[in-house]
Structures are given as structure tokens and as C-alpha cells.
């Protein structure tokens, strides 16, 4: 999670000075033409389709069931299929990866979601209003930045997932969006600040633009780019969190299958078979780096005074 | 200072409360009947509820029992854990194994950050520059459960270098894998940090005026760089802790040390709701106290924080 506080040091995009530009290209296609010169960005766009499509169509990957296991074929090496061999209960470990898959995807975009509309709204707030309501928001955010994450995170979804019955898929999504939108929302306060002093805003207000129109017409889209590289990283942070919490037992449970959830179980009998720890363990980690990497790579696009 | 020292104070107060009750709020949502949950599903007789509200308070409003809650926090009274072991008894030996453990992650944290940072930062772009990055990178993206039980199986199983598991008494050697695991987490940000701002600094007026003093290379980097560079990295330690604590709780009970982050994980491993609430509350409070200290630490190396 420490990244996301080196991210925040960035800040709104500005124009590049030294950089020949077209005038009639917007600043996020002048950073698309960026993007797509860069290796990064395409070796995690490629990385994160693969993901996707894993999340959303498993079969296309493996014609195993996750779910079916015998006991017969505990610890088996590779075969058929199977190309990961079988783990301790005798599942087949590629398919359980590949399935894993899809509720961090799932679980890691709602709750991104979340964050993202809570931390704009509340940045949006803050930075346009400003006065006393920027204060209390702004000491609110302090009063959330005291708590370590993933504690805020144990207490919270341990609470959530107190329902025997539910896979904890929605409890996960709550924890993760009712504690990650800070740093968006900071990033965006920021942005807004530094978006409602330029002249266009105040032509759009003499022209007799309302407050809400200002808002969301005029600075909101001026002041998201640098909250949309923070997102990206939170999708991979927040893939993180899930199986960190899924890991410590307050995440998905039940019939769940996680990446998370896997390294829990196969971490005790790792001396005698380490591929079912492994294998999920360079999944996850592939698909946090993808994330990170990408926007790493949109920053760079969106801001070229940071290379 | 006393004016920054004093206003610093003033906000560490509304922090406290604020987080502490964020904290209460949290583990409070969503439940309908504390006392039914505690029990399971047997009925719960008038006697039995009566005699547990008394205990708890839990009949009365939710601003009461946040009052309880934060007169024990303040007393030094942590409550029981389900087991009926005192929660203070249990901080107080679970805190030196972790202490050592946190000290000497933060030790080789800082040593291989701005070691290689300053290298990378004088030579941007280079090799050595290149190589760091790629590998800050990929450190980052490894989460915390993937990166010790992959340490434990290949260095302390595989390879056999380091014991796999290290007890109470551990020693340097025992707490060393862990400490590099738990380390390596925020070895990338402070890394990048050092580098960035060794890069900025070399451009800085007092670098060419010191070379142009005629001072050896070495002189100018290790006093004159270097001071002024290490400043932006202490405040990361402030949030370095905060990570740490996360960590420590999977490192922990990944390599079976009975420290604070190992009782917190197996409180929750054994769903035992008021170690967790009790352990939770005391790693917010330490690290809001050693946030203060940071804070002032470093408005003490830098007089240009203090009149803002």
C-alpha cells in the first residue's frame, strides 16, 4: 500500500513545455499518442486482457472443474490437463488458478468503483467549496490515514462477513471501498484546486454557468486524470487486499475459489508439494504488477514532468 | 517550535478520538445482537443477558459504550480475550519479539534503500539505475502473502540457509528471514524516494558551490547530498509503520513467531472478536504516537516545516 503514497506526490498534468504538440489534440489524446510508443503499457495491457478474459470466460483457459477433486490424486505431478499438477485435497491447481481469477477481479473492480466514486465526490467537494466543508472533509481524511489499512480492513470485514452463509464476495467489496478512497480523494482535491483557478472556469461562470454545471462540466474533467492513475493502482492493490484478507481467513470463504485462499491452504504443505503454493502465488503476483505497471505508464503519459 | 509542537498536539487529540471511534464504529456495524452472536445459536435466558450487559454494557446507547470503550483505552485496560487471558498480559510478551523483529526490518530496510538509492540517483538511467528500478517494481507488486511463504519455502526449505521458523528467544540469525521479508516491503518506495530526490539535489546551488570549493566527489555526496536527501525518507517512516503493522501480522504467522502480529492473526484464524477489537485499537494508537514523533523529529531537521 505504500506505493499509493508516492503516487499522491503527483500532481495535476500540465502541459509538456518542451514537447511539440498538435493544437488540435486533447490532452488525453496527446497522452494516448504517448502511451502507445510505450513497452511498459503494452506488456501490462497485454497482461491485464489476459487476466480479464481468465475472470470472465475460465472455460476458454481449461476444461477442468476447480471443484472436483479426489483425494486419489492428492500431490500428483502434471498430467493431461493439468499442466500444474494436483494439490493436497487432488484439485487440479491450474484450474483453481485460473478460476481464482475471477472473483479478485471482480471483488478488486467493484470495490475500485467504490473508492473512485467516494473519493472524487469527496475531493470534488473539498477542493471546489473549499472553506469549512474542505476542512472537515480534510481532517476526515487525516482521521481515516490513522488507521493502518489492513487493520481497518480486519475489523471491518470480520465484522461484514459474520453471516455464515455468504461467500464474503460483497463483505470484501465494502471493506476494501469504504477504506481505500483517500488517496483519490486527496489526489483530486488537489486537482480540482488547482482546475477551478483557470480562466475558463471563470468564462464558463460569467457566462452564467451554475455551480453544478462548473463542477461537472468544467473541472471535473480537467481534475480526473491524475485520480485515474491512482484507480489503476488501487485495481492491483486492492487484488492484493483481497487475498491478503481472504489469506487471514476474513475474506471469501466458503465455496470460494482464491488465489488468497489457495496460498492459505497449501502454504503448511509446501515441503512436500510446492507447486500448488507457487502457481497461485505468481498469478497474483503477475496481475498486481500488471496493474501497477499500467499506471505507472499512464502517469508517465498524463504527466511528462515526472519522467 | 512550541507553537508547532503545541497545534501537532492539538490534532494528534482529534486523531485519536476520530480513529479509535472509526475503529468502534466499524467492528459495531451491521450487528443486530452482539449477545446472540457470542453465543451461537443456543438461547440466550433473561439471567444470561442480564449478567452480560453488565459485564459489557451493552444495553446501553452506542456514545456510551464508545465512552467505555475509550476509558479502557486510556486506563490501560484492554479487556479479556474469549479465552479469559488479559489482553494486556498478552501485549506485554508478545511486544519484545516483535520490537526486535520491527528494528531490524527497518534497519535493513534502510541500509539497502539509501545505499542503492544514492547509487542509482547519481548514476539515472545507468545500468545499476535500471536493474534497481525493474526490481523495486517487482517488489512492489508482490503482496505480502505471496512474499513469505514463497521466502519460507525457497530460502528456509529449499535452499536451507535461513530456519525456517524462529520461536520467542529467536536470535539475529532466526529473525533475519523474516525481518529481510517484512523489510522488503517498503524497501521500493523508500528506495525510489532516496533516488528521486539524490537526482534533484545534485542540481541543487550548494552542489556546485561545493565542487567548486574543490571538495572531494565523495564529501560532496556523503555530507552534502546526502543530508539533504534523507530528509523527504524519514517522513516515509512514518507511514512505513503502518505497513510494517500490516505486514507483521502475515510475516508473523507465516514463520510462527509469537509476537503482536501473531496473536492478532490467530485471534482472527479463531474468530476471537475482543482480542482482535483490543489488538487493533493498541497498533492504531502506537502508530498514531510514533506518526506524532516523526512529525516532530523532522520539524526539528527542517526548520523551514515549521512556519508554513
Redesign the interface.
Known amino acids: 500500500?505504500?506505493?499509493l503514497?508516492?503516487v499522491t506526490t503527483a500532481e495535476a498534468p500540465g502541459p509538456a513545455p518542451d514537447r511539440p504538440r498538435r493544437a488540435n489534440r486533447s490532452l488525453a489524446g496527446d497522452a494516448w499518442a504517448d502511451l502507445r510508443t510505450s513497452k511498459v503499457f503494452w506488456i501490462a495491457a497485454a497482461l491485464v486482457v489476459i487476466v480479464v478474459l481468465m475472470a470472465a470466460w475460465p472455460s476458454l483457459f481449461t476444461s477442468a472443474d476447480p471443484r472436483d477433486c479426489l483425494l486419489g490424486r492428492k500431490d500428483a505431478g502434471a498430467s493431461g490437463g493439468a499442466i500444474f499438477g494436483f494439490d493436497f485435497q487432488g484439485c487440479d491447481v491450474y484450474a483453481k488458478t485460473v478460476y481464482g481469477a475471477r472473483d479478485s477481479v471482480l471483488v478488486a473492480l467493484c470495490a475500485t468503483l467504490i473508492a473512485g466514486v467516494i473519493g472524487v465526490l469527496v475531493g470534488l467537494a473539498a477542493g471546489y467549496f473549499g472553506g469549512w466543508l474542505d476542512a472537515v472533509l480534510s481532517?476526515?481524511v487525516?482521521?481515516?490515514l490513522?488507521?493502518?489499512?489492513?487493520?481497518?480492513a480486519?475489523?471491518?470485514a470480520?465484522?461484514?462477513s459474520?453471516n455464515p452463509e455468504s461467500n464474503g464476495v460483497l463483505a470484501v467489496i465494502v471493506t476494501l471501498g469504504v477504506l481505500g478512497w483517500t488517496t483519490a480523494a486527496r489526489v483530486m482535491r488537489s486537482a480540482v484546486i488547482s482546475a477551478k483557478g483557470q480562466d475558463y472556469v471563470a468564462a464558463a461562470r460569467m457566462l452564467g454557468a451554475g455551480p453544478g454545471r462548473l463542477m461537472f462540466r468544467h473541472v471535473l474533467p480537467n481534475a480526473i486524470s491524475p485520480v485515474i492513475v491512482v484507480l489503476t493502482i488501487l485495481l492491483?492493490i486492492n487484488i492484493?487486499g483481497e487475498?491478503?484478507l481472504s489469506?487471514?481467513?476474513?475474506g471469501l470463504k466458503g465455496d470460494a475459489v482464491s488465489w488468497?485462499i489457495a496460498?492459505?491452504e497449501t502454504?503448511p504443505y509446501?515441503?512436500t508439494a510446492?507447486a500448488p503454493?507457487?502457481w497461485p502465488?505468481v498469478f497474483?503476483?503477475?496481475t498486481?504488477?500488471a496493474f501497477?505497471?499500467l499506471g505507472?505508464a499512464i502517469r508517465d503519459a498524463f504527466d511528462p514532468r515526472l519522467r | 517550535m512550541f507553537r508547532f509542537i503545541v497545534r501537532r498536539l492539538l490534532q494528534m487529540v482529534l486523531t485519536f478520538f476520530g480513529a479509535t471511534f472509526v475503529v468502534y464504529a466499524l467492528m459495531f456495524a451491521y450487528v443486530d445482537d452482539p449477545l446472540q452472536a457470542l453465543v451461537g445459536d443456543r438461547p440466550v435466558t433473561d439471567s444470561q443477558r442480564a449478567a452480560l450487559n453488565a459485564r459489557y454494557h451493552l444495553d446501553e446507547g452506542f456514545f456510551a459504550q464508545y465512552w467505555h470503550y475509550i476509558k479502557g483505552l486510556l486506563t490501560g485496560d484492554f479487556g479479556q480475550s474469549l479465552t479469559g487471558r488479559s489482553i494486556g498480559d498478552m501485549l506485554s510478551q508478545a511486544w519484545p519479539v516483535t520490537i526486535r523483529l520491527a528494528l531490524l526490518s527497518i534497519v535493513i530496510a534502510a541500509v539497502v534503500a539509501i545505499g542503492a538509492g544514492v547509487l542509482s540517483g547519481i548514476r539515472r538511467g545507468g545500468v545499476f539505475d535500471t536493474v534497481t528500478l525493474v526490481l523495486t517494481l517487482i517488489v512492489l507488486a508482490m503482496p505480502i502473502v505471496v512474499l513469505a511463504p514463497l521466502a519460507q519455502l525457497v530460502f528456509g526449505i529449499q535452499l536451507g540457509w535461513f530456519p525456517p521458523t524462529a520461536g520467542r528467544n529467536a536470535g539475529l540469525y532466526e529473525l533475519l528471514l523474516p525481518a529481510l521479508v517484512l523489510g522488503s516491503l517498503v524497501i521500493a518506495t523508500e528506495l525510489r524516494v532516496t533516488r528521486t530526490s539524490v537526482a534533484e539535489n545534485l542540481r541543487a546551488d550548494y552542489v556546485r558551490t561545493a565542487k567548486a570549493k574543490g571538495l572531494a566527489p565523495r564529501r560532496v555526496i556523503g555530507v552534502h547530498v546526502l543530508r539533504n536527501s534523507l530528509i523527504p525518507v524519514i517522513t516515509l517512516i512514518g507511514v512505513d509503520i503502518g505497513v510494517l503493522m500490516s505486514g507483521a501480522i502475515v510475516t508473523e504467522g507465516v514463520f510462527n513467531i509469537p509476537g503482536v502480529g501473531f496473536n492478532l492473526f490467530r485471534g482472527i484464524r479463531t474468530e476471537d472478536g475482543p482480542l482482535v477489537v483490543g489488538f487493533v485499537s493498541v497498533l492504531v494508537i502506537v502508530f498514531l504516537v510514533i506518526n506524532l514523533i516523526v512529525d516532530l523529529l523532522y520539524a526539528a531537521l527542517d526548520p523551514r516545516i515549521r512556519y508554513e
Open positions: 500500500m505504500s506505493d503514497n508516492a481532517r476526515f487525516d482521521i481515516m490513522g488507521i493502518p489499512f489492513l487493520l481497518g480486519i475489523v471491518l470480520k465484522r461484514l459474520s492491483g492484493a487475498a491478503t489469506y487471514l481467513g476474513v488468497g496460498i492459505a502454504g509446501a515441503r510446492a503454493l507457487v502465488s497474483l503476483a503477475a498486481v504488477l501497477i505497471m505507472d
